[in-house]
Nanobody
Framework: QVQLVESGGGLVQAGGSLRLSCLASGRTFSTFVMAWFRQAPGKERKFVATISRSGGTTHYADSVEGRFTISRDNAKNTVYLQMNSLKPDDTAVYYC????????????????????WGQGTQVTVSN
């Protein structure tokens, strides 16, 4: 069993930055593809970013490309999401997700393709 715990959310003004962290416990972290999703009130959960097992390959949603950076530290069992130039539309609960994956090849999985989820951390961006 894997447990994911997100942290780093909060209230920030538009144009500001936040760094989210997701600490994983349990099975070997480096065998998992990791991702961040977000869910705004009344809307479905949406993909934000994903990273391969070694961290060598990343992929982003168009809405965050160039502003957000996903990274991981396998020695610390942690995945990060650096969020810059934040906009009010980025307001959401941000979730960390993990999928057991057999290769280094990065595949962008659908929401249902992930094995484990964190509890989420709230990010609020004010005007």
């Amino acid at each position: 069993q894997v447990q994911l715990v997100e942290s780093g959310g909060g209230l920030v003004q538009a144009g500001g930055s936040l760094r989210l962290s997701c600490l994983a416990s349990g099975r070997t972290f480096s065998t998992f593809v990791m991702a961040w999703f977000r869910q705004a009130p009344g809307k479905e959960r949406k993909f934000v970013a994903t990273i391969s097992r070694s961290g060598g390959t990343t992929h982003y949603a168009d809405s965050v490309e160039g502003r957000f950076t996903i990274s991981r530290d396998n020695a610390k069992n942690t995945v990060y999401l650096q969020m810059n130039s934040l906009k009010p539309d980025d307001t959401a609960v941000y979730y960390c997700a993990a999928a057991a994956w057999a290769s280094e090849t990065l595949v962008v999985l659908p929401t249902g393709g992930y094995d484990y989820w964190g509890q989420g951390t709230q990010v609020t961006v004010s005007n």
